[in-house]
């Protein structure tokens, strides 16, 4: 039986100069049931810690190290929630306008991005990539602080990546993309 070629993930959308594109998260299954499993016990044990601190008849001692315990416990929650809705419900954006390219990351309606002037961009390209990740995230792990992606651009001194979640070929659509965009000059390109 032959393949069927992929037509990639990213949306594309053109208005006039600017443009948008939308790459949503690869939905890696084993991750989110692990989660999804993970946090019924996360909410297990984050429910009796505040049951037995506020109603619970127990020493003072205890009573600290319980209330650093569950400090801790509640920030590893909300950290594996964010993983678990980002692995849902994430994307990343891409927006070119008016000589600014915005890099972000949306949950929902949540969305964090930084704006860079493109003429500042240099050796736009596609990051190689490497195919060593066990967790089955590849590049999308760039909302929590690492950084990864099939695109790369040198802004300053500093290496930019994004465009996690698609494969190289489908990066090397969005530069051919990108390079016919008026927003861009072939100095902006590596």
């Not at 594996?80 to 809705?85: E, H, K, Q």
Request: a positive charge; aromatic letters at 14%.
């Amino acid at each position: 039986m032959i393949e069927t070629p992929s037509n990639g993930r990213a949306k594309i959308f053109k208005n006039g100069n600017s443009l948008e594109v939308q790459i949503p998260t690869k939905k890696n299954w084993f991750v989110i049931i692990f989660l999804t499993a993970w946090m019924g016990g996360w909410f297990m044990g984050e429910t009796s810690a505040i049951t037995t601190l506020f109603f619970g008849d127990i020493p003072l001692f205890a009573n600290a190290f319980l209330i650093f315990w569950l400090t801790g416990w509640t920030v590893v929650g909300l950290f594996c929630i964010t993983i678990l809705l980002w692995s849902i419900a994430g994307q990343e954006i891409i927006k070119i306008e008016n000589g600014v390219i915005e890099l972000g990351q949306q949950i929902f309606n949540l969305k964090r991005s930084k704006k860079y002037h493109i003429d500042e961009v240099r050796h736009l390209a596609v990051n190689p990539t490497s195919d060593n990740d066990i967790w089955g995230m590849g590049y999308q792990r760039n909302l929590f602080g690492l950084k990864g992606g099939v695109l790369k651009f040198d802004y300053g001194l500093k290496t930019l990546k994004f465009a996690g979640g698609i494969d190289e070929a489908e990066g090397r659509l969005l530069i051919a993309t990108l390079k016919i965009n008026p927003n861009f000059k072939q100095s902006n390109f590596g």
